[in-house]
């Protein structure tokens, strides 16, 4: 800088005298500060600051420079806000340049505009520089791009301190497809993600806390939400950034901690606690989909995962009794949606009484979910066994086994799985040309989802609920039912 006010060839404006700028510090590292931020710095006559800003900041100040700190001192209350207000007051009626230096952007949860509010109504003249907010600093600094446009068409950010009647709504940040930042958010994680969850956030969505993000002693903890929630009393008292959202995917932090799951030991892995809890949470999870967001594509790589998953399934004999038929064709597709269409006529019809509320629950995943897969048994199917004959339910079995194994290997992709079941597949066997003996048993709608459900589609709607498990496990001999061990659970 020189004494006309420029960097170079930058110029910078004039700071009148008797006047406030509130200049923002930035998330901490110096160099993050705007040219501007630095000039005001070094032409400031008193600095207020808060005690949480960064030493690499305040060192920047020139020695003689008059320091007032309003922030907690450890144990002690900060300086009230009219005080400190009445303090910027003050100073610039003694014709002084008072800065007042933020933490992040002025405007961004720090109280900036009550502060220029103030000032303006005692006639002060006051600039506002804004700095980086931690939003962005922390989502630069620890890899998460917070709003790649195929992971996040927006970017909310919000305090996650807030007394119960000014609680966000929950549900909308539910809603896939945005990153969520919470300022001020450490000590309310373990109240913020169970919020987020029980509005239909999927448990492993991405979330990782930033701790002194942009400092030298930066941190970052990424992992699934219910996980980091989970840890939630480790994390010290430090002011942190909670940031949720599959733009977490992305960090290398987040990368880095899902790889740790070691690789599986030849006699099979044995999962911890911590892995017990996310199994189960996916088996518990598990829904068959009907709605699918439209003009979405899979993936290769995903499909093959997927498809790998459906033939790892166990089946009677190692048979593998299962052939998928990707549909590619729209033609095709259309036509198979008209037979499901006719099926759906037809039950509603021999329903009767409940014929309107069946038609209620419909399946609109075959036109719309980025693809479709038809599971059927081959006529080979390997239940002749030299003179022996299996019972083709047994092949029937290996084949939901497989469609089972699908379905999970697809929600852990973020995938939903819709499930359409025939009464007649002598049709769709014809429309895709199988030979005889070969039988559809599912037409499978597979792709992104909106969000998954909170329950089974058929609970939510109110056509049936599920039973609980203990009226479907015996005791010995059919209908007796199981001890006390059922009420423990
Ligand atoms: N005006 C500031 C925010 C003030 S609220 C801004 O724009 O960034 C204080 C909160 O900001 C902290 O509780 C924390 O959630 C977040 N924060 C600020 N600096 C941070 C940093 N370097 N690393 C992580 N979080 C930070």
């Not at 008292?237 to 977490?248: F, N, S």
């Amino acid at each position: 800088m020189n004494a006309a006010g420029s960097f170079g060839s930058v110029p910078v404006s004039p700071w009148p005298e008797g006047s406030v700028c509130l200049v923002g510090a930035g998330p901490g590292a110096a160099d993050l500060l705007t040219l501007r931020a630095w000039h005001r710095l070094l032409q400031a006559e008193v600095v207020v600051h808060d005690r949480l800003l960064a030493p690499e900041v305040l060192a920047l100040l020139p020695p003689d420079t008059e320091r007032l700190d309003v922030g907690k001192a450890a144990g002690h209350h900060s300086v009230p806000q009219p005080q400190i207000q009445a303090l910027l007051i003050e100073h610039a009626r003694r014709g002084r340049r008072v800065l007042r230096l933020k933490g992040g952007d002025p405007y961004l949860f720090g109280r900036g505009g009550e502060e220029v509010q103030a000032l303006l109504e005692a006639g002060i003249g006051v600039e506002v520089v804004s700095g980086v907010t931690a939003a962005s600093g922390c989502g630069a600094a620890a890899g998460i791009p917070l709003t790649h446009r195929d992971l996040a068409r927006h970017c909310v950010l919000l305090p996650g301190h807030f007394a119960d009647d000014t609680a966000p709504d929950w549900a909308a940040l539910a809603q896939p497809q945005q990153t969520r930042v919470f300022y001020m958010g450490v000590r309310r994680l373990a109240h913020i993600a169970a919020e987020l969850q029980r509005h239909g956030l999927a448990p492993d969505t991405p979330a990782a806390l930033v701790f002194d993000g942009t400092r030298e002693s930066q941190s970052v903890v990424a992992t699934g939400l219910a996980a980091l929630a989970a840890q939630a009393p480790a994390y010290d008292e430090r002011p942190g950034l909670l940031i949720v959202g599959e733009t977490v995917r992305l960090s290398p932090h987040y990368r880095e901690a899902e790889a740790v799951a070691p690789a599986a030991p030849p006699g099979g892995e044995h999962y911890g606690p911590a892995d017990r809890a996310r199994l189960q949470r996916l088996l518990a999870g598990r829904r068959d989909m009907r709605h699918f967001r439209r003009g979405q594509n899979i993936e290769p790589q995903t499909l093959d995962r997927l498809l790998q998953a459906a033939n790892q399934a166990p089946s009677v004999g190692m048979m593998q009794p299962w052939r998928y038929l990707r549909v590619r064709d729209a033609a095709l597709r259309e036509r198979i949606a008209d037979i499901v269409a006719a099926e759906r006529d037809a039950t509603a019809a021999a329903l009767g009484e409940r014929a309107a509320d069946f038609l209620r629950l419909k399946v609109e995943g075959i036109r719309e979910c980025a693809e479709l897969l038809v599971a059927a048994l081959p006529p080979d199917d390997g239940t002749v066994f030299g003179r022996r004959t299996m019972p083709r339910e047994m092949v029937v079995c290996s084949l939901a086994c497989s469609i089972q194994n699908l379905w999970l290997a697809a929600r852990v992709e973020n995938l939903g799985l819709g499930w359409v079941s025939m009464f007649e597949p002598a049709r769709l066997a014809e429309l895709l040309a199988m030979p005889a003996g070969a039988e559809p048993l599912a037409i499978l709608c597979l792709g992104p989802v909106e969000a998954f459900y909170a329950a089974p589609m058929l609970e939510q709607e109110g056509w049936r609920t599920r039973r609980p498990w203990q009226d479907a496990v015996y005791e010995d001999v059919w209908g007796a039912s199981p001890n006390s061990r059922a009420s423990s659970v």
